[in-house]
C-alpha cells in the first residue's frame, strides 16, 4: 500500500512535485546507475531534435528518435558510435521509446498512428493491437512487452499491457481523463490521469492485470513532476 502527498501550484512555495510514500514515510532509494552519453560528440544528432531517448543497458545499445527526421538512431553506449539508422517510413509525432527486458524496443506516436515495436537483433517490426488512435507514452516491462498509454478510436483513453509479441495483455479504460505519461512504480505502474477541470491524480496498477494498486487524487498544476 501507498500513499501520496503532493503540493497545489497555488501555495507559497517553488515545489510542485508529487511524491509518493511507503506506508514508513521513506521516500529515500539509491539513484538508478546512470550511462552519460554526449550526443553531439559524435556528430550525428547535432541536426536533430530527439524526443526520446533509451538504454539497452544489457547489450550496451543506445537508441534516439527525433522531431525532424523519421528516424531511428541506434548506438553504441560504451564510444557514442553509430550502428544503425532505421528508416521509420513516416515521421512520428512527439515520439517516446523504451526498452523491454528482452531487448525489444517499444515506439509511441502521439498523432495518426499507435507506434510499434522494434526488435534490433532481427530488425523485424512489431504492429500493435487494433484500436489504438494514437499513444502518448509507453513503458517497457522487465519480462518483456510494454505498457502503453494511448488514446481509442471513439477518444476514450486507455492504459493496454502488451506482451513480447504484442499481443493484449490486459486493457483498462479511463474515458474522462487524459493519460499522458507512465513510469516505473514500486508496486507496478504509475500512470499519469488529467482531467478537463485541470486536476489530476496518479494510479499505481498492477504490470500485469491494469488493476488499481493505489491512487493518488486531488493534485493540481499545469507543471509537476511524478516520482515513483
Not at 511524491?19 to 560528440?41: A, F, K, M, Y
Not at 544503425?84 to 515520439?95: M, R, S
Request: some cysteine; hydrophobic content about 40%.
Amino acid at each position: 500500500m501507498v500513499s501520496c502527498s503532493g503540493v497545489d501550484d497555488t501555495a507559497d512555495s517553488q515545489i510542485t512535485d508529487t511524491t509518493i510514500v511507503t506506508e514508513t514515510g521513506d521516500t529515500s532509494s539509491p539513484p538508478p546507475e546512470r550511462v552519460v552519453v554526449s550526443l553531439n560528440q559524435t556528430g550525428f544528432l547535432e541536426h536533430l531534435l530527439p524526443t526520446g531517448i533509451a538504454v539497452d543497458p544489457d547489450n550496451g545499445l543506445g537508441f534516439s528518435v527525433s522531431l525532424s527526421m523519421p528516424t531511428l538512431s541506434i548506438f553504441d553506449m560504451n564510444n557514442g558510435e553509430l550502428l544503425d539508422v532505421v528508416d521509420l517510413e513516416y515521421q512520428p509525432a512527439y515520439p517516446r521509446i523504451s526498452v523491454d527486458g528482452e531487448g525489444t524496443l517499444w515506439l509511441s506516436n502521439s498523432r495518426n498512428d499507435a507506434g510499434f515495436g522494434y526488435v534490433p537483433t532481427t530488425q523485424e517490426k512489431i504492429e500493435l493491437p487494433a484500436g489504438f488512435a494514437k499513444t502518448n507514452d509507453v513503458l517497457g516491462l522487465p519480462g518483456g512487452g510494454a505498457v502503453y498509454v494511448g488514446v481509442l478510436a471513439d477518444g476514450s483513453s486507455v492504459v493496454r499491457s502488451l506482451g513480447g509479441d504484442a499481443h493484449q495483455v490486459a486493457q483498462a479504460l479511463y474515458p474522462d481523463e487524459l493519460l499522458r505519461t507512465v513510469v516505473v512504480a514500486n508496486d507496478g505502474v504509475g500512470v499519469l490521469a488529467v482531467s478537463p477541470d485541470g486536476t489530476a491524480r496518479v494510479l499505481v496498477l498492477g504490470p500485469g492485470d491494469l488493476e488499481e494498486i493505489s491512487v493518488c487524487e486531488g493534485l493540481r498544476g499545469g507543471s509537476f513532476m511524478v516520482q515513483l
